[in-house]
């Protein structure tokens, strides 16, 4: 966090003990929508801040040679064998032995196989979702928030992560309290417009598509490692299942067309 906050991608700290921190108050911030992220102005404003951090070096405090991807969706997926090894005594068997079969290792080998491992490794935020970016109207200006999984990554992850979420409603008042709209994902275009805004190409965004299926997986295995029955706030069941599903849809489209067909679809955006 100290270091974000020199490269002014962080507040900074005043203050620090044992028990507290105190932070800068950002003045003028304020939350954003999920339709205001996906503008194009907006995007590629947060595909520009997105770089700045990518361009951070933290090798010296992070394991750069760590993957944080496949550490943690590994991580989450042994936590959520532990917690389905008997999924009998649950209440919503059915949902249950759903997830116990997504965590089969022939679908985390799938998540290895679809990752850019060609792509370079950044310090990534990994968690891009609208609620983590904070906006201000009279400098113009995005800001991020929650490094809790930040790491190195594939510098694709946190675009793919921004306008994937977009899909997700995590305001919705009502029990799973999220909503699922496939529509409310803004297009190639806006992806090929924050990959330009990012500084790069075709080869961006071939990284991006790729890592869209794998950050489902991801998001996936974290709500199967948080599930516990008598949770009575976000279900996270029913949200890994629909996740889990969206990374088989994405598996089987790459499966059949390849990095070489993804490259068909966006190279018009690129010529």
């Not at 679809?114 to 201000?136: G, I, R, W």
Request: charged residues 30%; hydrophobic residues 40%; negative net charge.
């Amino acid at each position: 966090m100290k270091r974000l906050a020199k490269s002014k991608l962080a507040p900074t700290i005043y203050l620090e003990t044992e028990s507290y921190r105190l932070e800068e108050f950002l003045e003028n911030f304020r939350n954003m929508s999920r339709s205001e992220i996906v503008e194009p102005h907006i995007a590629c404003k947060i595909a520009g801040k997105l770089r700045e951090m990518h361009a951070i070096d933290m090798s010296d405090i992070l394991d750069a040679q760590s993957i944080v991807c496949v550490e943690n969706g590994t991580k989450w997926r042994n936590v959520a064998k532990r917690g389905f090894a008997d999924y009998s005594q649950f209440v919503r068997k059915n949902e249950c032995k759903q997830a116990a079969k997504a965590l089969g290792k022939e679908y985390l080998q799938m998540f290895y196989e679809v990752l850019p491992k060609e792509s370079p490794v950044v310090l990534a935020h990994m968690d891009t979702c609208f609620l983590n970016v904070l906006y201000q109207e009279e400098k113009d200006e995005v800001y991020l928030l929650d490094f809790d999984y930040t790491g190195y990554c594939y510098r694709g992850f946190d675009l793919a992560m921004l306008l994937t979420d977009v899909k997700y409603d995590y305001n919705f008042p009502d029990f799973p309290f999220y909503q699922y709209q496939a529509e409310a994902y803004p297009g190639d275009q806006v992806l090929a417009s924050c990959i330009k805004a990012y500084g790069e190409g075709i080869d961006m965004f071939i990284e991006c598509k790729r890592c869209m299926i794998a950050a489902n997986y991801l998001w996936a295995m974290w709500s199967f490692s948080m599930y516990k029955e008598e949770n009575k706030g976000f279900d996270v069941l029913s949200y890994g299942l629909l996740r889990f599903r969206e990374f088989l849809e994405g598996y089987e489209e790459f499966k059949n067309e390849g990095p070489e067909g993804i490259k068909r679809q966006g190279i018009q955006y690129f010529e």
